[in-house]
């Protein structure tokens, strides 16, 4: 009985343990961490991050937890709150905040050494008022390395702080002969708005918007509680962008309405919005899927009917979340053209199609090649076998989990057919570099683009009054706490089974 009970604890520490991988890869993909001492006679104060219930809105309540000076720290993240940095640190088994001016930083100057080059070159805009500097390091703990660079000038960056250049909070780059680290933080980590992307021919953007509900509005800033400066944008109305700021769920682009210009963002609670996009969806739903002729009025009866296995082009997207049967679903309604019939097709099921971004290459490894099917699953109708060492371009991808084993179901082209094939790690392989837009999937039309002029140049507005009292939510700490609360559950259920069967 007692190895039994030391097994359940074992097994429950294992499970609580688990979560810190979890925490050190979310952290990582986009934060460099970095030294610091803390250098407060004083000492510093930790911080506990308290959430509401619904998890949309926190305050840092200082803790009874001091770091006396002298005190050596690894920062691990860092949130703006009422004006001030704080910085993520482990002490004492405590995960916690204290005040970035409580510490200096041990390396005063961080270089190329903590950069990883982009795949291609990237380009910002700058959108703070004030101008952004570069630093001297990745964080905004780091003193300016240059004077801040003006609103309106466009910066462009082949390096970044993090692997996952589509995570990344920091470029490096240079401005004047100096090199630094620029902030270009999306997705509202921060309540600074410091730089907006600027599109380019690889984006998967097209640079418009279609007003899809009258009642939109431009903001000052992409904040959408700024101050608004156009309002009533009746549905039906096209804008053209070349500067967006992305958030977590919705896009703001820089646009002009009738001689205003400012923000609209993609996704708001009295209007939609719908983002352009260069992309294509295949139908996997065996009943097909609805098109209707407006979005939004799925009440309505369908324009037609969309056979399983249709691919075709999109090129505006809306997406939003919902619930059904008490559990959140994501949706879209995506522009299209099916046999000449204009329409939304809608879906709140993912796996009723798969969407495509980027395309890429595959080079067949299998000894005796690879079956090309008609559909992504084990039984359909085999078309050809594509034999070892041929190159195919991969338009579409499904992920495929059996026996703890995962797989691919690819979408592809040879020999003019198209069809799906099952690859494994031992079948194909990836061919490094070779993503590709692609005007239209394999089979389908192109839509025609909508002709619209370039979005204008920034041009300076007085600056909104207000500040932002609360500081947005950072992934990383959403992940903390979920991987936290699943690691405690597992671990509690595991020393209440056995403790159950120890008294039966």
């Known amino acids: 009985m007692k190895k039994r009970i030391l097994t359940a604890i074992i097994a429950a520490v294992i499970c609580i343990m688990s979560i810190f991988p979890v925490f050190a890869n979310e952290t990582g993909v986009y934060f460099t961490p970095y030294d610091i001492t803390v250098a407060s006679e004083s000492g ?209 682009a820089f646009v002009e309405y009738n001689g205003t210009k400012g923000w609209l963002r993609t996704k708001t609670d009295s209007a939609q919005t719908a983002t352009g996009e260069k992309g294509g969806i295949y139908v996997l739903s065996k009943n097909g899927l609805p098109l209707y002729t407006n979005a939004f009025e799925e009440s309505d009866e369908p324009a037609a009917i969309v056979p399983e296995g249709t691919n075709l082009c999109v090129d505006y997207v809306y997406r939003d979340a919902g619930q059904s049967d008490g559990e959140i679903v994501e949706y879209k309604w995506m522009h299209t053209n099916y046999n000449g019939t204009d329409g939304w097709i809608f879906s709140a099921d993912a796996s009723e199609y798969c969407y495509m971004l980027n395309a890429f290459d595959l080079k067949i490894t299998a000894e005796d090649g690879v079956a090309m099917q008609t559909a992504p699953y084990d039984d359909s109708e085999e078309i050809s076998v594509i034999p070892k060492g041929t190159t195919v371009t991969c338009i579409y991808e499904i992920s495929e989990t059996k026996d703890a084993e995962k797989s691919y179901w690819s979408y592809v082209e040879h020999g003019g057919k198209q069809g799906w094939i099952h690859n494994a790690e031992e079948e194909a392989a990836y061919i490094e570099g070779s993503e590709k837009q692609l005007d239209a999937p394999f089979g389908a039309q192109p839509l025609e683009a909508e002709k619209s002029a370039d979005a204008p140049e920034l041009v300076t507005k007085p600056d909104s009054s207000g500040e932002n009292d609360t500081e947005e939510k950072s992934p990383s700490t959403a992940v903390i706490i979920i ?8 671990a509690a259920a595991i020393i209440v089974a056995v403790v159950k069967k120890k008294k039966s």
């Open 483 to 490: 991987s936290v609360c699943a690691g405690v559950a597992v």
């Open 44 to 252: 510093a104060v930790l911080y506990d991050v308290v959430w509401n219930d619904d998890m949309t809105r926190s305050i840092l309540r200082p803790m009874t937890v001091l770091a006396p000076v002298g005190t050596q720290l690894v920062v691990l993240d860092e949130i703006e709150f009422n004006g001030e940095l704080y910085l993520a640190v482990e002490y004492k088994d405590f995960f916690a905040y204290i005040k970035s001016s409580k510490a200096l930083i041990n390396v005063q100057n961080v270089g190329e050494e903590a950069a990883y080059p982009t795949a291609s070159e990237h380009s910002v805009i700058i959108i703070n008022k004030a101008g952004s500097p570069l630093r001297k390091g990745p964080s905004l703990a780091y003193d300016a390395a240059t004077e801040a660079i003006p609103y309106g000038t466009v910066v462009s960056y082949q390096a970044v702080n993090c692997e996952e250049e589509a995570y990344a909070q920091w470029a490096y780059t240079e401005h004047n002969g100096v090199k630094g680290w620029l902030y270009i933080c999306q997705y509202g980590l921060t309540s600074n708005f410091d730089c907006a992307v600027v599109l380019d021919g690889s984006s998967n953007y097209t640079g418009s918007l279609k007003v899809l509900t009258d009642g939109a509005f431009l903001t000052e800033s992409p904040d959408p509680a700024s101050a608004k400066i156009a309002e009533g944008i009746p549905a039906g109305t096209t804008l053209s962008f070349r500067y967006y700021y992305e958030f977590y769920d919705s896009i703001s």
